[in-house]
Nanobody, 117 residues
Framework: QVQLVESGGGLVQPGGSLRLSCTAS????????MHWYRQAPGEQRALVAT???????NYADSVKGRFTISRNSAKNSVYLEMNSLKSEDTAVYYC???????????WGQGTQVTVSS
């Protein structure tokens, strides 16, 4: 059974930082490109960051220079380091795994990030 479990969300003040974690089980982690998505109330789910199996990264323009995606294959985990947080970063953040060949996809359950003073 495949599971992606996110953690690290919470309430933070504007300008603060959070580190999200996502741990995968039931998949061969090194065969998957990993993504972080987010969904704010009333909006569609949007891609935030991508990390390919070759180590290439890509970020939404709105988070470039503030967010960093990384992975630890030994722990089957992917991370999203979020700095200089803004109120518009408030959303539920989802971890997403995409098989590099078959394109099979899996989602985590999401973790809430709220940026507010």
């Amino acid at each position: 059974q495949v599971q992606l479990v996110e953690s690290g969300g919470g309430l933070v003040q504007p300008g603060g930082s959070l580190r999200l974690s996502c741990t995968a089980s039931g998949i061969v982690f090194n065969l998957y490109t990993m993504h972080w998505y987010r969904q704010a109330p009333g909006e569609q789910r949007a891609l935030v960051a991508t990390l390919t199996i070759s180590g290439r990264t890509n970020y939404a323009d709105s988070v470039k220079g503030r967010f960093t995606i990384s992975r630890n294959s030994a722990k089957n985990s992917v991370y999203l380091e979020m700095n200089s947080l803004k109120s518009e970063d408030t959303a539920v953040y989802y971890c997403h795994a995409e098989h590099d060949i078959t394109r099979q996809r899996y989602w985590g359950q999401g973790t809430q990030v709220t940026v507010s003073s």
